[in-house]
């Protein structure tokens, strides 16, 4: 009998930013728009944000139902920012308008030891300027 592995647990562990969506899925795009441009607006040159979009095939399903499996949640779209399900668009919104968002998405791809653009100080990149 072969074990039966969990594509969604091997996407989340291989990619700092991942958003399961499905095509047409409004919050989907939305929260892809917003995670780039938290992205642009820190620096983070290299893509980080990779979008899986989740269809009718049978990959599709099996990926849908592994991360079902997951995070216990039916609806679509589910974010994951360094391994840690973020819930979907209004999660993450939420986090945006805390001014959490940038310094996590920074954090998930390693720029944690950063000089603050703003006072400069080595190492105090994620205290609270107006930059976040």
């Not at 607006?41 to 499996?69: M, P, Q, W």
């Not at 080595?122 to 930059?131: A, E, L, M, R, S």
């Amino acid at each position: 009998m072969s074990k039966h592995t969990n594509v969604a647990i091997e996407i989340i562990r291989n990619f700092p930013v991942i958003v399961f969506t499905s095509t047409g899925n409004k919050n989907g795009k939305k929260s892809i728009q917003l995670l780039e441009e938290c992205r642009r607006r820190h620096n983070v040159h290299e893509n980080s944000v990779l979008e899986i979009f989740i269809d009718d095939t049978r990959a599709g399903n099996k990926t849908y139902n592994d991360l079902v499996a997951v995070t216990k949640q039916l609806g679509l779209p589910q974010i994951f920012i360094d391994e840690v399900f973020y819930g979907g668009y209004e999660d993450i919104r939420s986090l945006h308008k805390e001014k959490k968002l940038g310094r996590t998405i920074l954090s998930a791809v390693g720029f944690t030891n950063l000089p603050c653009k703003i006072c400069k100080k080595k190492g105090i990149n994620f205290h609270d300027h107006q930059y976040w």
